[in-house]
């Protein structure tokens, strides 16, 4: 298992090396690739910094505070596009019969898929979530003890694997309907839309669909609340919120089961 | 003319052909509608009104503004690039319609196949937000002039920057900047009236609030008629300007042209 993994990472690294040298050939078209990336995701919080300018609060959350969940919840979409958003090309990759050759070869079909090209650009979410969540935490004044610090990294990888479970599950309905686009773009619009305010707002009904159907408030919004101390506003138990990371860990094995279990109706295209 | 209908019939095609895109483009903005509309009455609180704009008011903003902005200012915001990158923009010059006019038409052509899945919106965003019926008759009329002059600044706005492919070639990365900053400062996410004073300066000496801020504050009668006048009168400057600039550009980028593969 552990020879396993240490051979998945080693892969892995040696793809994101050939990705980088590609993308380092036409220089001005990396650093514009990651300008732009940074831009589509500055919106967002431009869009919050205005409102916030004449109304100081949108449900009671701060500008340091929002810029949290907005730096977490980047951060998180970071850490799961930048190794796994050859995902999102799954259609393609079934219906071309790429996967005969994953099926054939000694390493894991999930991983040989995520590892088919590595986007570097997207490191700019990553880049762009840090450096949010910088200026939050120093500019939130937040009690830090161990077991805070350690939910805050925990819930980044987290939030990371919701949004990842979610396109796995959809990834794994690719093998039967062949075009998944439109599912997976609504749900990461879902998740950059919603995701990066208090999910409170949204009212009643909203509010527990984000919970129970599309569990996108355990990605960043909840542990947020308890980094902030705002638990009070939740409407699930204090010690499910701290939990969080680990619904994130639970969402992403059943959506990797479904995916594998799907792969059993992988029907080749004919050649 | 005749050609010019050929062109604009040509790229309704091409949006049709990819209705499912366009569809799933309207679940991205009904999505926007209903986060905007939850913001503003999050904001707006026990309020009925702030700085004097009622929250029925910011609503129906929201539920114009969005759809106008997405009819208005789509994701493939100019069909230059791909025309130059392919090397296709070789057989466009030697059509005997001008380039520009060329890419004028076409994009004519993709509004009017795109309107109908604006319009099918429209109904699904009154509902998730909310609307108000124009301010008056006289701020209806005024509305469709600027709506018309609106489209005609986000065109030749398109055509200026599309035209820089010519010298860049392909950076993909400009194009998303681009698309951002003129979607912000358009107004169609937050309008002029509640941005902070700097922001508010930079957007109203840009052409990018005569696309959507403008023909929407004249429909809800945040301008009065006196001020209405001058806005379209601003919007007409901005398309004789942008018209004369993007001659000049084209001018220039017709010595750059390079035929890939040819």
Not at chain 1, 18 to 43: C, D, K, S, V
Not at chain 1, 73 to 89: A, E, I, K, Y
Not at chain 1, 128 to 149: C, E, F, K, N, Y
């Amino acid at each position: 298992m552990v020879e396993r993994i240490r051979r998945t990472v080693r892969v892995w690294a040696a793809l994101a090396r050939a990705g980088l040298r590609t993308e380092l050939q036409y220089r001005a078209n990396f650093a514009f690739g990651i300008l732009g990336g940074l831009a589509l995701q500055g919106a967002g919080l431009a869009v919050i910094g205005t409102i916030l300018a004449r109304f100081q609060q949108i449900g009671g959350w701060s500008l340091p505070e929002l810029m949290l969940l907005y730096g977490m919840r980047l951060t998180s979409h970071g850490l799961w596009t930048l190794p796994c958003s050859n995902l999102m090309v799954i259609d393609t990759a079934v219906r071309e019969a790429e996967f005969d050759r994953y099926l054939t070869r000694p390493v894991a079909p999930f991983v040989q898929l995520v590892t088919r090209r590595l986007p570097v650009t997207t490191i700019s979410d990553l880049l762009g979530g840090l450096a949010i969540l910088g200026v939050a935490l120093a500019t939130t004044h937040l009690h830090w003890t161990l077991p805070r610090v350690l939910l805050l990294g925990l819930a980044l990888v987290g939030g990371a694997l919701v949004e990842l479970s979610g396109q796995t599950a959809i990834a794994g309905l690719a093998f039967r309907m062949l075009s998944t686009g439109s599912l997976k773009f609504t749900l990461d619009d879902v998740f950059n839309t919603f995701g990066n305010y208090p999910t409170k707002i949204f009212g009643p009904a909203a509010r527990w669909a984000l919970t129970v159907v599309l569990p996108l408030a355990f990605a960043s919004y909840v542990p947020a609340t308890v980094l902030l101390g705002r638990t009070g506003e939740l409407w699930i138990p204090v010690w499910l919120a701290w939990a969080a990371p680990a619904v994130g860990v639970a969402l992403f094995v059943a959506a990797y089961r479904f995916w594998r279990s799907q792969l059993n109706r992988y029907a080749s295209s004919g050649h | 003319m005749r050609r010019y209908l050929a062109l604009a019939r040509m790229q309704a095609r091409v949006v049709l052909a990819y209705r499912i895109d366009y569809l799933n483009g309207l679940i991205g903005l009904l999505l926007q509608v209903f986060l905007l509309a939850v913001v503003w009455r999050t904001v707006y609180g026990e309020r009925d009104s702030v700085d004097g704009v009622p929250l029925a008011t910011m609503l129906a903003y929201v539920t114009l503004a969005s759809v106008q902005g997405w009819l208005f200012n789509p994701w493939v915001f100019t069909l230059i690039p791909d025309r130059v990158r392919e090397g296709r923009v070789g057989i466009d010059l030697v059509r005997p319609v001008g380039f520009v006019s060329q890419v004028v038409a076409a994009q004519v052509g993709r509004t009017a196949a795109t309107a109908p899945f604006a319009l099918a919106a429209l109904p699904f965003a009154v509902l998730l937000s909310g609307m108000a019926p124009p301010a008056s008759p006289l701020a209806a009329v005024g509305y469709l002039v600027s709506l018309a002059l609106g489209y005609a600044v986000t065109t030749v706005l398109s055509v200026v920057f599309g035209l820089m492919t010519f010298w860049t070639m392909e950076i993909g990365g400009i194009f998303i900047i681009y698309r951002m900053v003129a979607q912000f400062l358009s107004g169609a996410l937050i309008p002029l009236w509640f941005m902070p004073g700097a922001l508010r300066t930079v957007a109203q000496v840009l052409p990018f609030q005569a696309v959507t801020y403008t023909p929407t504050a004249i429909y809800l009668g945040r301008l009065d008629a006196g001020a209405a006048v001058l806005a379209t009168g601003v919007q007409c400057g901005w398309v004789l300007v942008l018209a004369l600039l993007a001659r000049l550009v084209w001018s220039r980028a017709l010595h750059r042209v390079v035929v890939q593969g040819g």
